[in-house]
């Protein structure tokens, strides 16, 4: 069965610097690969997905996360923060079976 | 388009009480999936509905109920709560094709005291 672990429960940087939530993955099969956002009290938002196209997904809000089957990892990253990105990051994987597994989550926290 | 909604946004009951949450999901959508977010317990999957029917569930306990109606909304039924029945419960839907990624609601933040 799938599975996934993020590296870090918290990330602290600061504004303008760049972002990098770190996720590998398990997978027996060729994975599907979702980042999702939780902003405080709110549902999820999609991110970007990774469907077996093309291994750098861009995603909304600048953030884009590069897929490396030989290191089972698809990290996250942002060129430069923006106070509007802490949040709870969620990576997620698929094996196509509306059977989707989600990391622990990832706080970002932005400083000014 | 309009999202996944849910309702209530909020909900207080007392510890052996029956709670009811409501889900609608995004126009199209015949999968629902309802998840518990626990404090420090992260996301854990607790029921899929596809086409009426429930197609999985996780590893809680039968009081934890629900269903699926004709119109593809549907509701998460909590008996004899428990104060650690306490969570967001969030519903998400997907169109069942393709890659399967699931489209959020906000929550109903359910406090049992």
């Known amino acids: 069965a799938q599975s996934v672990t993020q590296l870090d429960s918290h990330v602290s940087v600061s504004e303008g610097t760049p972002v990098l939530l770190r996720c590998n993955y398990s997978s027996s099969y060729s994975p599907s690969l979702f980042w999702y956002v939780q902003h405080p009290n709110k549902g999820l938002q999609l991110l970007l997905k990774?469907?077996?196209?093309?291994?750098l997904v861009k995603g909304i809000n600048g953030f884009e996360a590069e897929f490396k089957k030989s290191e089972t990892s698809f990290h996250l990253t942002k060129p430069s923060a923006h106070m509007s990105d802490a949040a709870e990051y969620f990576c997620v994987v698929s094996e196509g079976s509306n059977d989707m597994r989600f990391g622990a989550g990832t706080r970002l926290t932005v400083k000014p | 388009e309009a999202g996944v909604t849910q309702s209530p946004t909020h909900l207080i009951k007392t510890r052996g009480q029956q709670a009811t949450l409501r889900c609608s999901p995004i126009?199209?959508?015949?999968?629902v999936y309802w998840y518990q977010q626990a404090l420090g317990l992260g996301l854990q999957f607790l029921l899929w509905y596809d086409e009426g029917e429930e197609r999985n569930r996780g590893n809680f306990p039968p009081r934890f109920s629900g269903r699926q109606f004709p119109n593809y909304s549907s509701e998460l039924n909590v008996n004899a709560l428990e104060l650690e029945d306490s969570a967001l419960y969030l519903c998400a839907s997907s169109d069942g094709t393709g890659y399967y990624e699931q489209y959020f609601g906000p929550g109903t933040r359910l406090t049992v005291t």
């Open positions: 126009s199209g959508h015949t999968s």
């Open positions: 990774y469907t077996s196209a093309a291994t």
